[in-house]
């Protein structure tokens, strides 16, 4: 008796039961449901909400893989010295060594954040009687790739739960919530334990462990360095390749960018949403720029680092790119309308920059900016079919008069 059709009777002897959605949701991840249509017309397709959570999951794994070697190769480079003219074809890069430390810490990440939070739906399944929600399959890979490798794993198990308590559960559950969940993570471990979420030991393997000994290391950010008025020290094929400090997954903009193609071309994520948040973001940038070339901020300003960045450049470095392709897209909590998602994806990319030039403390802004619209998403809705009512009415006046 194969594994399927177990699964199939362990179903059916506990269907009815408050442990039926368990079975359930184990049988239909692996498989397809048994159960087919009776009469009538009904449209047919191959996917389904699990799926399409997969698809997104792929899209994600090679900022996964890439974020190991590059946890290892920024742990080895601290110790023993960068390498100049690092590229995607370097075998300093891609060896075993760096991948197998960025395994070490990387892994236990994605573990943690699976399990506390899939249990979690679970209970909140069998306690409500109704079936596992997939949601979570893409913020259990979302969240081990947006927090720093050192993150101890208690202060994870914590910020999940109460994420997707408070930021899902609490509103029914996937598809009521109205905040992205695993930004809503990330935001709990960022203002209740800044030390762990900013500074520079934290986004290096074993700098901790290492602070106030002799062989000391850092792992400065890009953004941290530019807010403290501090010259940048990347190339622009280093911060577009993905070779500097960072949270795990959203340091290579080239592997972001072909996983925003990937679910452009699945039709998954809105390609508006992404597009309109770059403009959003160069603009803003652009803005900044003309500031500093009209004399009205110096040098000695602390907002002159990030205000005198080329505009472009903002779109490389910090997590713009990892939320504006992976989060900012989450079909539950943005914008729905087509005109509403140019409206939505822009202010996100705008605020984003403003944020993250005039808050040196914080120069990170694409959490909080993608959290306020996703507040806003349903207001920007509603003023777009408001609007389209309107001139309907009005065109139909026109026919009538």
Known sequence: MGLKQNLHNLKEKYKGT??????????????????????????????????????????????????????????NAAINGFTEGMSFFSGDFWNMDNFLIGLKKILPLVIVSYVVGLVIEFIFAVIKGHEVEEGYLVTGMLVPLIVPV?????????????????????????????????????????????????????????????????????????????????????????????????????????????GALFLIFTKIGSWRIMLSSVIGALAMGYIFNLVVDAGVIGETSKFYGLMSLDFWKHLLIGGFAFGAVYMATDPVTASQTNKGKWIYGFLIGFISIMI?????????????AILLMNVFAPTIDHYVVQGNVKRRLKRLKAKTA
């Open 150 to 258: 050192d993150l101890p794993l208690w202060m994870l198990a914590v910020a999940v739960a109460f994420g997707v308590v408070i930021g899902k559960e609490v509103f029914g559950g996937t598809g009521m919530n109205i905040l992205n969940p695993a930004l809503t993570i990330r935001a709990f471990l960022f203002f209740a334990y800044p030390t762990w979420m900013s500074g520079d030991k934290v986004w290096v393997y074993d700098a901790v462990e290492r602070a106030g000994s002799a062989d000391a290391i850092s792992g400065e950010t890009v953004l941290g360095s530019l807010a403290q008025s501090q010259p940048l020290s990347y190339s622009v094929s280093d911060m577009f390749f993905g070779f500097i400090p960072g949270s795990v997954g959203e340091t290579s903009t080239l592997l972001i960018l072909l």
């Open 18 to 75: 408050k442990m039926a959605p368990a079975f359930n949701a184990i049988h239909t991840f692996l498989y397809l449901p048994n159960e087919i249509t009776h009469g009538g017309t009904h449209i047919k397709a191959a996917d389904d909400l699990k799926r399409t959570m997969n698809i997104v999951i792929m899209a994600l794994v090679p900022c996964l893989l890439f974020g190991m070697f590059n946890a290892g190769y920024q742990h």
């Open 356 to 368: 993250r030039v005039f808050n040196p403390a914080y120069p990170e802004g694409v959490m909080l």
